[in-house]
């Protein structure tokens, strides 16, 4: 089994480092900027992704904190992936506190199977352009595509907000994920492609 470890991560910045950091400030207001030459078929700030081949492979999630987003990229021919170089990239995020209680009353309904964690395909709905982490709790996703008619920022449910999907939501993956729980804490979470 494969298995997610700090360098797999990226961490969502806590809500006081979005304070400081003016970069990410203006994120606040649902918009984002990457800044200037982006690549727009692969997700953008993750630190490294878990490339997962053919047949079922478990992927071990244990060591993601709240807030943090591992990425797993998948070849496929499937063409929706054809702006991502026909890889279905896989974002798995563990929510924070205020993340899950933001999805009590917001998520879709059967589209999550713990909580806990929310896992969407880093494909923007409105292009099919690769979408990256944010680092910011409240729209923690956006695609790379800028520009006047792209523009898109997804909220910790995954609806887009602002831009060329906004009202669209991030489309879900087939998958298992089986959390384990020891006296109210997460013991281990396994992650699969079904």
């Not at 831009?163 to 959390?179: C, N, R, T």
């Not at 729980?181 to 699969?192: K, L, P, R």
Request: with cysteine; aromatic share 6%.
């Amino acid at each position: 089994m494969k298995q997610v470890t700090r360098r797999h991560v990226v961490a969502t910045l806590s809500a006081s480092t979005v304070l400081m950091c003016p970069a990410i400030l203006s994120a606040q207001d649902a918009s984002f900027d990457w800044g200037e030459d982006v690549p727009t078929d692969v997700p953008r700030n993750e630190a490294q992704m878990i490339t997962l081949g053919d047949g079922e492979t478990e992927v071990d999630v244990t060591a993601l904190e709240p807030g943090d987003v591992a990425v797993v990229a998948v070849p496929t021919d499937d063409e929706e992936y054809s702006e991502t170089q026909m890889t279905q990239f896989i974002g798995i995020m563990r929510r924070t506190d205020d993340q899950i209680a933001f999805a009590q009353t917001n998520d879709r309904p059967d589209t999550v199977q713990d909580i806990r964690y929310f896992v969407a395909n880093l494909v923007c709905p409105h292009r099919g352009n690769a979408i990256g982490m944010t680092g910011n709790p409240e729209i923690p996703f956006a695609c790379t595509k800028r520009g006047s008619r792209h523009d898109g920022v997804f909220n910790a449910v995954g609806l887009g907000v602002t831009g060329g999907p906004e009202g669209d939501y991030m489309s879900i993956p087939a998958y298992q994920l089986a959390v384990t729980e020891a006296d109210g804490v997460i013991s281990q979470a396994v992650f699969q492609l079904v």
